[in-house]
């Protein structure tokens, strides 16, 4: 059941204190309350008949006025290279999202991570990104964000250690939900994930920064840099027009860390920009003692920018190091799919041959 049957709420759009109240109305006893955040998240049961310590009295209060799944699934993807996974899900009014369960992503080899979606489309236009090509819908609710880690682990069988919203959307512009949804994350009573296994990635909407270093979130934060020359970024990421880099960059040399926070800095390397005067302003940039920097090898879409040789990149890399800057390669999972970043588009695919090699979209 959706919220359109009957415009019911997800009982996951419900924080701690959220759901006190919905239990004091019913004239419940507050210890309920972590007991329903297990049967929701820890035991990720998929009705609320399953709640077997809880009264049947209270389990049809709520599903008198209640629902428990805000999202209904569509479609499954695997990819023949990686096994990354990507799941296309049904918003109540008819719109759709994707998450992407990626395994052994990087060197740690017990990474599992789901990559979660915050918008419906998203109104950013970056010009490498697929998400940016449908635009903007709506933002997505906490139970709707919650409710894709739910089902994607229930349907691979899997428990993702990690979470991070890179999915489609701009996090920092739906900030009150996508911080209740990690905080819920973060619940011992819930999925119980550290702070430090949960990163929220931004373009970079300067007040919501400085909005989340105010409020000493504990989250990891990724910074979506793609350029260093602000002419440039302002092109394939018009966002730089409203809040330039340099303004984030300064104020996150000198406010971040505030508690456990990790900064890692996203750069997309393109033919156009892994030049020596990019390697000197991106060291000019940030204190590197707390910031890593991100290589994306460029993914393939409906853009005309271009992906880089590999020894291009290498020497890149190579300079990058030189200038003792951290870096990481992520790798691209899921391309054959398209699940890798900057690849989603909530379209439902079909497979035109097993390999996964051709695929084309139905709507
Ligand atoms: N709006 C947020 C969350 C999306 S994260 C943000 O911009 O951070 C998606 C990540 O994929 C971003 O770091 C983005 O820069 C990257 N990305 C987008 N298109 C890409 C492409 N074609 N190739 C590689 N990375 C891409």
Redesign the pocket.
């Known amino acids: 059941m959706t919220k359109n049957d009957n415009m019911k709420q997800s009982i996951k759009d419900f924080d701690y204190d959220e759901l006190c109240s919905v239990i004091a109305d019913f004239g419940e006893k507050e210890y309920r309350v972590k007991q329903i955040f297990v049967w929701l998240y820890e035991k990720n049961v998929e009705d609320f008949d399953e709640m077997t310590n809880i009264s049947k009295e209270l389990r049809n209060k709520f599903n008198e006025k209640y629902i428990m799944s805000p999202l209904s699934f569509e479609d499954r993807q695997i990819s023949t290279i990686d096994g990354t996974e990507k799941f296309l899900f049904k918003t109540f009014d008819n719109h759709f999202i994707e998450s992407v369960l990626i395994k052994n992503q990087g060197d740690k080899s017990d990474r599992l991570t789901i ?1 979660v979606s ?1 918008q419906i489309g ?1 109104p ?1 236009g ?1 010009r ?4 940016a090509k449908i635009g903007f819908k709506r933002n997505l609710s906490a139970g709707e964000i919650l409710d894709q880690v739910c089902q994607v682990r229930r349907m691979s069988g899997l428990i993702n250690n990690n979470v ?9 512009l739906n900030y009150d939900n996508v911080l209740k949804a990690a905080d819920i994350m973060n619940y011992t009573f819930s999925f119980h994930l550290s702070v430090r296994k949960i990163t929220i ?4 909407i300067l007040p919501a920064i400085e909005r989340f270093i105010d409020e000493k979130r504990p989250y990891n934060l ?5 350029d260093t020359d602000s002419n440039k970024r302002i092109v394939n ?1 018009p966002v730089e027009k409203k809040y330039p880099f340099k303004n984030i960059a300064a104020v996150l040399k000198d406010r971040l860390p505030v508690s456990r926070n990790r900064l890692t800095v ?3 390397m393109r033919k156009d920009n892994i030049s020596s005067e990019d390697v000197n302003r991106l060291k000019k940039m940030f204190n590197y003692s707390k910031v890593k920097l ?1 290589l ?6 409906n ?1 005309d ?1 271009i992906i880089p040789e590999k020894h291009e990149m290498d020497s890149f890399i190579k300079k990058l190091e030189e200038m003792n800057i951290p870096v990481s390669i ?1 790798k ?1 999972m899921g391309s054959d799919i398209s699940g ?4 989603l588009s909530g379209k439902r695919y079909r497979l035109k041959n097993s390999m996964g090699g051709n695929v084309n979209a139905i709507h």
């Open positions: 990559c915050s998203c950013m970056c490498f990104c697929e998400t991070v919203f890179m999915g489609m959307g701009e996090p920092f990635s931004t373009c970079g990724a910074l979506s840099l793609n990421m996203e750069y997309i991100n994306i090898p460029l993914n393939n879409g853009h920018l992520r691209s890798a970043c900057g690849q």
